[in-house]
C-alpha cells in the first residue's frame, strides 16, 4: 500500500529553527509537496520538490531524498502565526496525489 | 483576485436529511476535486472531474454524488448524511490532470450532523 508518515505534532519557540520531516512508500513518484494547514482552514501550498535537494522559499525550505523516500521542511526565524499542521504529499506513478495526515507544529513564546 | 469560494463555511444536518454543498472557481481550471477531511486526519479524495469527466474514487460510498454542471460549479450532494460523515468539505482546483500540479483550495465547509 502507500503510506506517508510524518510526527503527528511538535513544539517549538518563538524565533528558533524546526524541522518536520516526511517519509513516504508510493508507487512511483512524480513530486512532493508541502502544504501549511491553519486550523479549521483550508491548505495552501508552500513548497514543490522533484529533484533530489534544497529548495528555499524566505524562511522555509524543503529537502527531498528520492533514493532514502524522505523529505524534510525546515522553518526558520519561526513566527506564532506558524502554528498550524504541515501536511506532506506525494504524487505517484499514476500522478494521484497521497496524503500524509500532517504534523502539527505549536509555537511557544 | 482568482479564487475557489465554497459556501456555506458551516453547514448543520439531520441525521438522514439531503444536503448540497457548493464550490465555485474563477481560476478556469480543468480539474476540480472534493475532499472529506476529519480531524488530525489526511485530506480523502472523494472525486474528481476533469472538465466533465466524472471520477469517482473506489472507496467512496454511494451516500456521496457530485454534479459539474459547468467549468466554475461544482456541487458535493449527500443523500443521507449519518453521523460519521461530519467533516470538513474541501473543494480544490487544478489546472490539469495526469501531470504534477499545485491544487488550489477553498476554505473549507465544515459540516455538523444532528
Known amino acids: 500500500g502507500q503510506n506517508i508518515d510524518q510526527p503527528t505534532e511538535m513544539t517549538a519557540t518563538e524565533g528558533a529553527i524546526v524541522q518536520i520531516n516526511c517519509t513516504y512508500q508510493?508507487?512511483?513518484?512524480?513530486?512532493l509537496f508541502w502544504y501549511q494547514q491553519h486550523a479549521g482552514e483550508a491548505p495552501t501550498f508552500l513548497s514543490y520538490?522533484?529533484l533530489d535537494g534544497l529548495e528555499e522559499k524566505g524562511r522555509f525550505s524543503s529537502f527531498l531524498s528520492r533514493s532514502k523516500g524522505y523529505s524534510y521542511l525546515l522553518l526558520k526565524e519561526l513566527q506564532m502565526k506558524d502554528s498550524a499542521s504541515y501536511l506532506c504529499?506525494?504524487?505517484?506513478?499514476?500522478?494521484?496525489?497521497?496524503w500524509g495526515a500532517g504534523t502539527k507544529l505549536i509555537i511557544k513564546p | 483576485d482568482a479564487m475557489v469560494i465554497q459556501n456555506p463555511r458551516y453547514q448543520v444536518t439531520q441525521f438522514g436529511k439531503p444536503v448540497t454543498l457548493s464550490c465555485s472557481q474563477t481560476?478556469?481550471?480543468?480539474?476540480m476535486y472534493w475532499y472529506q477531511q476529519k480531524s488530525s486526519q489526511a485530506p480523502k479524495l472523494l472525486f474528481h472531474?476533469?472538465?466533465?469527466?466524472?471520477?469517482n474514487e473506489a472507496d467512496t460510498p454511494d451516500n456521496f454524488q457530485s454534479r459539474r454542471p459547468n467549468t466554475s460549479f461544482c456541487f458535493l450532494d449527500i443523500r443521507s448524511p449519518g453521523l460519521g460523515d461530519a467533516a470538513m468539505y474541501l473543494c480544490?482546483?487544478?489546472?490539469?490532470?495526469?501531470?504534477?500540479?499545485?491544487?488550489?483550495f477553498g476554505a473549507g465547509t465544515r459540516l455538523s450532523v444532528l
Open positions: 480544490a482546483t487544478s489546472r490539469d490532470q495526469g501531470t504534477v500540479d499545485i491544487q488550489y
Open positions: 481560476l478556469n481550471h480543468n480539474v
Open positions: 472531474y476533469y472538465d466533465k469527466d466524472f471520477n
Open positions: 508510493t508507487s512511483g513518484f512524480n513530486g
Open positions: 520538490n522533484v
Open positions: 504529499a506525494v504524487w505517484d506513478s499514476n500522478y494521484q496525489l497521497i
